[in-house]
């Protein structure tokens, strides 16, 4: 029983710490995504630059995980937002918006970031998605 009891303490404080990190992980994600507002700098689909479609957009991340589309000043929508520091992904809805937010939505894979700038893709079907947001 005493060598157990160590054994007991160890995995109970690593699984803590563990939890602890993640933690730490999730609020630092969030607090870069939620300082400042963010725009797209890059959007291709396979090789298709469409990058021109998100002229005039920017996007307030919000803690209590809603995202703002803002166009010309103006919210135009609001949607939804998550992020999992494990698999170091994003996740966006934008429910019965207009063209392109729609092209945002679903599960995003975290390619490289920065606390400026996130590259991402994401496959749909046989559609190659790739992003790039910039920080202003």
Not at 5 to 14: A, G, S
Not at 44 to 55: L, M, P, V
Not at 106 to 123: P, Y
Request: proline residues 2%.
């Amino acid at each position: 029983m005493n060598k157990i009891l160590p054994l007991f303490l160890f995995i109970f404080v690593f699984t803590g710490c563990k939890k602890a990190i993640q933690q730490a992980q999730e609020n630092a994600i969030i607090q870069a995504m939620t300082t400042g507002t963010w725009v797209v700098t890059q959007f291709k689909q396979n090789s298709n630059d469409i990058t021109s479609s998100f002229s005039g957009y920017s996007f307030k991340y919000n803690t209590d995980r809603t995202v703002n589309a803002i166009k010309n000043s103006a919210v135009e929508t609001t949607g939804s937002w998550d992020a999992n520091s494990d698999a170091l992904t994003i996740y966006a809805n934008f429910l019965n918006a207009n063209q392109p937010l729609p092209l945002l939505n679903g599960t995003w894979h975290i390619d490289n970031t920065t606390w400026t700038s996130v590259d991402a893709s994401m496959t749909v079907g046989s559609e190659l998605r790739t992003l790039k947001l910039v920080k202003q």
